[in-house]
Structures are given as C-alpha cells and as structure tokens.
C-alpha cells in the first residue's frame, strides 16, 4: 500500500512568485492534514480536511496561502505570492479517522524563498 | 494552549544502552499521543500510538508510557543500535490536529 506522497520534494522559489504542493494522501483516508515546520521551530499544524471540506484552517499564516481537496482525494497548498518566512518544510498527513487512530505523514515539501 | 516539551534536545549513547526519552505537555485533556522518528532529510515514521485511555504500548524494543495526570509520557527504547539514529518527535494529539515537540536528537554509537 502506498504511503503518504508529496510533490515537490523540494523546490526553490523567488520571493513574490507562486507555489504550489501536492500531496496525495492514503487511499480511503477521507482526513487529510498539512502541517509545516519553519527555521528550526516545532512542526505546526497548518488545517485539516474531512474529504473536501475544511474543518478546520486556524493554523493558516495568511491569505497568501491556499489549500484545496477537490473531489476529496489529493490536496493542493498554494503560496502567492510567496515571502521569505515563508521558507520551510510542509508536511502533509492523512487518516482514516479523524480521532483515536495513526496518522501517517508524507516526506514533506521542502520550500526555500529567495 | 497545548505546549509540547521534549528533554533531552539531543542525546549520545554507546551502542547497547537503554534510553529513556521524554515529553511533557501542558494540557492533560488529550486524545491520543504519537511518537515519531525522522531520519535526516525523510519523512515522520509512526513508531507508536497510545490512546488517551491507555498507559502504554509495545513494539518491539520500543515501550511508549503516558501518565495524563502528570502530563508525560515516555519513549524507552532497549538495546540501541546505531539505526536507532535520528530525531525522534512526540505529538500530542488533540481534537483534530497535533502538538509536536522540538525533538529528540538520538546518535547511537557503534
């Protein structure tokens, strides 16, 4: 069974261009999570999907940041445009239950604004 | 707000030594708790989940306890081995989403 895949692994950006993340979460997982770790800090939570709906999107830095799960399957993050602190590593998880089961993560996106 | 703390940030032993890793959180009313590892440059790998109605849970050489009451829980691990290397992460679930902490950096030497 396929785990948990991100698209890029890494990509390199300027500050003020557009990016986008894939993840593709485990087959049949209807939640779906992107978390991020920045400069070193602690991994945060970003939002968590219930199929395609948002259930919750609090950990979102910004407007600049969009995700998206059409069709409840694979998810996009969009960055636009893009800064600088935004540079880290986005990390997408899925699950079959939203609580009280294993959460999975992929091998994360690593992203450098410059 | 839920904080998460791991101790130590980094950890060397000899090879064949058991270890005890540590997290504490600040808000006992949890759902479950997970501990993870990542390898330099990897993915988290899930090595253990403990509900939150549970005290512990095996797999292998590794022991994972969680004591709600005192906010901690513990990752022992027997007879390191050199693969055992890498950081080993504690999150702490909550609702819908996860607390993690800093890390552990674990170097087991041969």
């Known amino acids: 069974e396929a785990g948990v895949t991100q698209f890029p692994s890494h990509s390199v950006i300027e500050k003020g261009q557009t990016v986008t993340l894939r993840c593709d979460p485990i087959?049949?997982?209807?939640?779906l999570y992107w978390y991020r770790r920045v400069m070193g800090k602690e991994i945060k939570f970003l939002l968590h999907?219930?199929?395609?709906?948002?259930?919750?999107e609090s950990g979102m830095p910004n407007n600049r940041f969009l995700a998206e799960r059409t069709g409840g399957t694979y998810s996009t993050l969009k960055v636009q445009p893009a800064e600088l602190e935004d540079s880290g590593v986005y990390f997408c998880?899925?699950?079959?239950?939203?609580?009280?089961?294993?959460?999975?993560f992929g091998q994360g996106t690593r992203l450098t604004v410059v | 707000k839920q904080e998460v703390t791991q101790i130590p940030a980094a950890l060397s032993v000899p090879e064949g030594e058991n270890l005890v890793l540590n997290c504490s959180f600040t808000?006992?009313?949890?759902?479950?708790l997970q501990w993870f590892r990542q390898d330099p440059g990897k993915g988290l790998t899930s090595l253990l989940l403990?509900?939150?109605?549970?005290r512990e849970q095996t797999s292998g050489r590794l022991n994972a306890s969680l004591d709600k009451s005192s906010g901690r829980s513990t990752l022992y691990i027997a007879a390191s081995q050199p693969g055992d290397s890498a950081t080993y992460l504690c999150?702490?679930?909550?609702?819908?989403?996860?607390?993690f902490g800093s890390g552990t950096k674990l170097n087991v030497k041969p």
């Open positions: 998880a899925s699950s079959q239950e939203q609580l009280n089961t294993e959460a999975f």
């Open positions: 087959s049949g997982h209807d939640n």
């Open positions: 999907f219930v199929k395609e709906s948002k259930q919750d």
């Open positions: 808000d006992s009313a949890i759902y479950n």
């Open positions: 403990i509900q939150s109605s549970q």
């Open positions: 999150a702490v679930g909550g609702f819908n989403k996860f607390y």
